[in-house]
Each structure stands twice: as C-alpha cells, then as structure tokens.
C-alpha cells in the first residue's frame, strides 16, 4: 500500500514506524508486526521494519517513522512509501534455535546481528536474544562470531603502530577511575594508547562522563588519529565513533533487561578493541561479592578473554583485582575527575586506593608491552607517577581534546551525614550506592555524587563525617537522604 | 518531581509512560528506566510504569501517560502527579533466577505476574519472561502457580451447575473450525457448555472471528451468563470478558516472539477453563508436520493437561489428532463460516473432515460429561446432527446473542487459481497458508479468505480449480497472488 512519510523524532528505545488504526487494518498489520518499506525512487531502496500503531501521531495512510529510518530510505518528509506484511524474519528461529541450547553457526548469528542492526529485528526480540545468550551461553566459536559480525557493523581506526595497547575494565564498581591515571603513565613512556570508553548508563558515571567536567570526549575516526598523533593516547567516547552499531543496540536492552550475557561482555569488549586496532589488551576483571561476577566466573571470564584473544593473534592479559567495595573517594563525574588529579598530582590526600590499583594496572600493561621487564612494570609506573610526567600526559591529552584541567565549584546543594556511634564499616554496598549517586543526579548533573570518607574495614568516630552527598537540584537531594535513610548502603557492625 | 498528566491515545504493545528528555534528565531517568508515579488526591493512588522518552508529543515538566495508567490512577488530563525514579523490580531477578533454570516459589510466580498486571514490567522484560519459560520450561508446581496467579487478575463466572463442559484447541491449524459444531451438538442434550473463544492475532481466523460474522460476541459475565441460562451455551470472546489480564498481556508479546512456551500454554487454556468454572474439560491437540507440535510433544502436553486437571479436581481429557493439513474447505471468517453452516444443515457438499472431526471430538465430550455411554458418544453426536437438532440449537444460541443466521454475498475481488496438469496433493503448507489469507485480509476483512477445492491425497485434473482467492481489496488480491506464485503452499508430487 502506497503510504506518505511523517517524521518523528523518536527517541523511546528502538526506533519503530507508526501507522493509524485505520491504516494497520487496511494492510493487515498489528502492533509489533513486521512490514517491508520501499522507496519509489528509480533505483528503490528497501528495508523492513516493525509496526506500532497510534491514533495520535499518525493520520490516514501515513506511515511515521524515526529518523534513523529516514537515514536507510533516503527519504524526505511527504515522500511515499510503498509498505507491505512481510513474513517474520529468519533471525526469529535462530534465536528460538538458541533459546532451545542450539549451537549458531557464522552465518546464523550473523544474521542475527545484521536484522538487529537494518531495525528488523523489534526491541522485544532483541531481547529475546539477549535472554537466549543468557540463559543458554554461547562456547568459544560462537562468541567468535559474534565478535566478526559486530566488527562489520561500523567504522575501524588503523594507526600503524606494531604495538597499540588498551586497558579494560568489565565494570561495576563505583568510582573506580583507574583509565585516566594509567592511559597518563603508559602514554609516558611512548605507548601508543588509544582509549575510547563508554558513558554511563545504569552507573554513576562512566570514564567519558567524567573526561567530560573537563574536556570534550566526541570525536571521529579522523579527529581520534590526530590527537593519537599528537600525544600517543586520546580518552574519548566510543559511542561517538560509530564504531559498533550492533553492540550498542544490544546494550540498550541489556540495560533495560539488567542482564549481562557473558559472549555478549566478551564480544562487546573485545570487538571494540579490535575495531580500534589494538593488539596488547590488558583486562581488570574486578570480583567478589558487589562486583558484576564472583571469584569462579572471573577465572572463567579470563581464560575465555585470553582464548579469544588467541584465535584474533592479539596479546590479551586479565588480571582479577577486588570488586567488593568502591575504589577511590568520589563517585559522580566531577567527584571522580577530583580523585584522578589528586593522583595525579600526588596530593597528600589523594585516594591511596585508587592509586595503587592504577599502579598495579599501569605496571602490568607496562610489562604486557615490553616497556618494562617482568616484575618490573610497577616500579616504572610509580616512577613516572611520581616524577610528575603522567601529569603532563594527562594535561597534553586534555588539552589536545580540546579542554583543560581546572578546579571545580562544589555543588548546590550538600548533606553531611554523621556517625552516630563508633562505627567499624563492615560493608559497602555498591548497587545500592550507584542507585543513590542516580538520585542525586549522575550522570547528567555532573556535580551530583557521593564523596566515602572511609573504606571497609575502617572505623569511624562518633560525630565523624561517613558520606557527603551532592546534588544541583534541592530536591533530589532531599530524595536521596530518603533513600540513604531507608536503605543499607553503609553496613557497619 | 512533580509532572503535568498528558493522555496519549497509544496502542502499540504495552502502554508505557512518557517525558520528554530535558524532563527526562532532571529526574535522572533513561529510556525504559522504572519510575513510580504518585497521584497528589488526599488517598493518593500509586503505581509504578517504565518511561519512554520523546520529544515529539510531550512538554516540559509534562509526562504523557496511556489510558490504561490514567485509570490505573484515576487521574483526568492536566492533574499533577509526583514522579520519581525507582530501582529495577524485584520481579527482574526472579525471571533471571528462571532464566539460568531456576525454580520458582509460588510467591515469585504471583510477583511476575502482579508486575505484569501493574505495568511494572515493560514489553522488553515481558519478552525476557516468556523467553526464559521456553528456554527453561516450568515444572507442573509451577505451571500449577502460574495458572493460580493468572486467576487472580481478572473476573471469574460461576454457572451453579453440576456439570460445566468446554472443548478447546491448542491451534495452529488453518479452518478447523469444529467448536461451534461441537457446542451445538453438546448443548442439544442439555450439556452447560460456555464456550469463549479467543480473536485471530497471527491466524486467519479465531471463533469469535468467525462467530462475528453474525452475531456480536462481546459480552458481560453477567450478559454471558444469561445466554447460558437461555440455552445451555454460549459463543462469545473471552478478551471481552477481562477474565485474564495477565494472560492477554503475556499472549500479546508471544506473538510478537513468535514464542509458545508450553508452560504458558498450559496455563493459559486451563486458567480460561477455570475462570470459566468448566470441570470437564475436552483438549484438541492436533499434531503433525505443520502443527503446533510433534506427535511426542503431543503425548507430553496431554500427561501434563491431564495432571493440572488432577491438581485442580478437574476431569480434563486430551485428544490427538491430525494437524498436517488444513480441516475444512474455508480459510478466513466468513468462509469458515460457511462451512460451520453446511454442516449443521448437513448439506450435500459440506466439508467432510471438518465434519467428522466434530462427531468425534463431540462423541469424547459426551462420554466424558456421561452424556453418552462409553463407545456410543460419535453415535449420539451424529444423530444428533443428522436430526437437525445441532442446526437449531446453534440458531438459538447466536439468536440469545443477538445475532441471526444468514446468507452472505462474495468478496469483492476474487481469482481462481487451476491446476496446469493433473496432480496429486502432496500437502498443504499451514504456515504459509495462514499467511497468504492474511495477505488477503484476513481477519479483518471478514469476506477475506481462501477455498480450498481439495486435501492431501486428492487428485486434481488439468483445468481444475485448486483454490479460490477472495479479498475486499484489489491490490491486497494482486499482492496474495504474487505470494502464491513465490511460495510452495499446495505441494504436489
């Protein structure tokens, strides 16, 4: 049926078409059904799509359809469409085939992600992947395919350099800012180091979110290589590179899901390092008990990290670090970009903890690269730290990113709260500590956050300060002491 | 923070609330987070939703909700209401639990479900419940928790008879519209039978489709059970009804999967049956290349049918039967109609298998109520048949629904389609069937539909008609012929 195209700029999830009631009845659709859409141009171009259907958007044979539908068709609003039923997508029994233990061959999954990535496939069904990945895994091979179908979903970096290095973490852990500090000391020493990273979406902030307080974190393929020319490393965002469509996608419903599929974490890692050309990975799988995997499934997650590794000829090393409480003060985009310049500039009440696991990751990247010989790579990197010259990087980084590092304002609004009692923390409880750094505003606020004046095992004074929670907005603030009141986040004997 | 209610008239899958995306930030929510919304009336009502973010159809400090939230609430347009961000529902991990194989409490089951009920759960973790069911499957206790649970959301009618008798099918096969035959038959001797039926969602045709065609099938408890009281049996929808919410929601996601979990089957059919009070129960499963399911698969469903029964203190007798091809000659609402009617009046060119299908699915219905001896129920039925009694009884009933019997004119456009030598049927490919009448129009174009002149193993000689192709559309008729013409859908040697 011959429909005219409305735009709508649609942002809910996965973009859909729309058509009227009256208009789905005609061509025999309903909600969630899937329709082909073809363009009437001398060469037409062709793509299938997943009906919604809305009586407030869309009048009497029009078909509304999101932006990135527009982008495929190459069509302008008023242009027609020709829209027809079209039988469910194969990708639909290969999924159904995974749900049920089958094993995917190369082709199967890479059907699978090329009808995530053409909006074949409905927010719904891609779910149903996910689920399927994560109720039945996926062995080696398949993981393996996942990653190849993935890489040819958008743009890849070459910087002709025999040794590109890279330093992952599987994530989780509130603060945490380890990137920055050893991107800054590995860069000293000429490694090339090309760092994308991601903002956050479920967390308090990720690496780019926290980049973000004081320099800009999008940039292109082109703009990433100059900045990689110019100081041997970059810290930007990887959404902005456009590099794995697929992956995001999936993401998107894995969040809403709050699943974590482990071919999917692997593929996902492991296929952006891949697109950005790096060949010495270095991978921090924090564990325990508030990280995203125990002990047993972090060994797991490192063999299998390392197989792949070997079936791509890419140096990857895991290291398995302590998952169960925070790393560093501040939690929140600036809270956390205050943390990495008292590192950096080895203040005397910079965060000892976060530096040490940044010295630990830094010596083993150092020694996975060659840079430093065995045993030797911590010292190197506290050398380095020390001497000032990983400040520099950091600031030479900033600064060809286009930003520049200065001192922070506090945030509007502010809550201190107090021991009680003596106290000795037991226990704090990181889930619940990101959901309370998401009232106060992170990541958006950017001065929202958490500032931990203790870690477990230390105690507090009755009358001592054990948290300040900051936020620009009053009442989520108020929101967040709630919270704070009603839950367990600080666990003390 | 305190919003502006909006209502949007919105109908694609699962309601969901709205917030344009600087609304969006300054409460700190993404994309299909859980926010919990909060009315301001002195006994504020409260419920909590999955946001969807646009700019297209929402204000600042506006959050557009669905009809469904407004009366969930009882809010009217332009009410303030307080919203907040909530953490993810608890019902996330279960279905997690469920979905690395699990098994689930009586309570999990019952918070699934009320979050499915509530629209707690958005479509996406809908998807990642019925996934994990089928990936899984559910154990009798819980398929016994899931039927109990479902009951819970909707209406129940009692009929205070001894006896309540209902015959269902699992589906999947074109035609095969015995049931109102069977009710006909069954009534006639004085059986209670309330029969609801379900409307086509991915099929050509549900009963109440075809019942439609002359008569209204959406009705009250109370309504329904006046036409019982009048006849002994009734024909309606079961969707009118609002039996089982949390079935039709759950239904509606797995069609758009394409996904039929067997513990939610079970539960589906056997919590109607109870909502119903029905205590003797008849289930067709026809099985078969083509079918729903396997002959083994059969044989499981129906020990599992059979065993709920037990647990629910109902007789329940499961029947195998063959689903390789369609039954009857009319495939779409009308046409299935048509057939319905030539066998009450037991024309001389009425469809034979549908026929015989119905003796003997109304001779086990007869035994089982003890309304016929064991081995004499198909005797009974088809006497009661040949006497004219069903045709009457059948008259009465859709007359007690306000409908009358008639003779219907032909659709629009039509195209006959002749064999081009002689053949024999091989067989007829269900699927691809169904499609091809949806093409057509199917089920809403109720003159829509397809004829077929033969079944597997007849012969048809060069020049004759191998099918009929009705719609009320022209182009709609042109595009199901180019469908024929593409795909196998009557196969012969």
Redesign the interface.
Known sequence: ?KLKIKF??????LP?A?LN?STA??I?V???DHVSIKTFSSSPRKTSTVI??????VRNNEIAVSLELKEILGISSGDYVFV??T??PKS?DII?KK???GKLSQEEIQNIISDVVSNTL???????F???M???GMDIDETVYLIKAMLKTGNKISFNKKIVADKHSIGGIPGNRTTPIVVSICASVGLTIPKSSSKA??SEAGTSDVIETIAPVEFSPEEVKKIVAKTGACLVWGGALEMLTADTKII??E?????DPEAQLLASIMSKKLAMGSNHILIDIPFGDGAKVSHSKAMELKNKFELIGKKFNKKVKCVLTDGTQPIGNGIGPVLGMKDILKVLRQDCDRPFDLEKKALFLSGELLELTGKAKKGNGENLAREILSSGKALEKFAQIIEAQGGKIKDFPEADFQKDIFAHKDIKIKKIHNKRLI?LS?????P??KFAGIYLYNHVNEHVKNGQKIVTLYSS?E??LK?AIEYYDNEKIIISD
Request: glycine share 6%; hydrophobic share 40%.
């Open positions: 049926m709508l700029k649609w942002s809910a999830g859909v729309m009631e009845k005609k025999g309903y909600p969630k919604d259907v809305s009586n407030d958007f027809t039923l039988p469910p639909l159904k749900l049920i233990g409905s927010e719904a069904e891609i779910a149903m996910v689920s399927a994560y109720s039945k979406i479920t998107q419903i969040k809403t899901l709050k699943l959901f998401r009232i106060l505003g992170c958006t606020d907005s009442s989520r929101e």
